[in-house]
């Protein structure tokens, strides 16, 4: 006699820790934010660790790679931390935005909710204010305009220095 086991629906426990990795662990210190597990830290100059925190996570539910480390979501929203030293009317959007965001949320905040879905949800929620529209346009630029990033999605820069795409396999797509 064959038993079949149907996959039950959702993840596994061992996908769960594997996934767990993956901006789980950000650690407060002082005015930084430290990830010890990939070994980055980001000092914070004008907004609190805790926001930058938030951020860092809030960009990775808003444009959310797997494959991309935080540590270039955090490169990518550390210019609010700089406009907020220059702009106090810039930190103010982004410490109240952050806190509304907290509140809705509901105890644990932002950060504390557990699923990709749960804070999705709130995100929906304040998708049309400022702040919201703020941290997305920030993000389009200072996410994707890191040369870093470029190989995880196999783009590989402009063409022109290089000859242009005609005589350099434009038409060689492995991911099709």
């Keep these: ?11 596994s426990r061992r996908e769960l820790l594997k996934r767990g990795g993956v901006g789980a662990l950000l650690v407060i210190s002082g005015s930084a934010v430290i990830s010890p597990e990939h070994a980055w830290g980001l000092e914070t100059a004008a907004l609190k660790p805790e926001t930058m925190a938030t951020l860092i996570q809030m960009a990775r539910d808003i444009y959310p790679h797997d494959q991309v480390p935080d540590k270039y979501y955090a490169i990518a929203v550390k210019s609010h931390d700089e406009l907020a030293g220059k702009d106090a009317a810039h930190k103010d959007l982004i410490e109240k935005g952050i806190a509304d965001l907290d509140a809705k949320a509901g105890s644990g ?3 504390g909710l557990g699923w990709e879905e749960e804070r999705v949800a709130v995100l929906k929620q304040v998708e049309d204010t400022p702040f919201f529209q703020a941290i997305r346009g920030g993000l389009v630029v200072g996410l994707y305009n890191q040369k870093e990033v470029w190989p995880i999605f196999g783009y590989e820069g402009e063409s022109y220095s290089k000859g242009g795409y005609i005589a350099r396999g434009f038409d060689d797509i492995e991911w099709l």
Excluded: C, I, Q, S
């Design 1 to 11: 006699m064959v038993t079949v086991y149907e996959k039950a629906p959702g993840l």
């Design 109 to 111: 905040g932002y950060r």
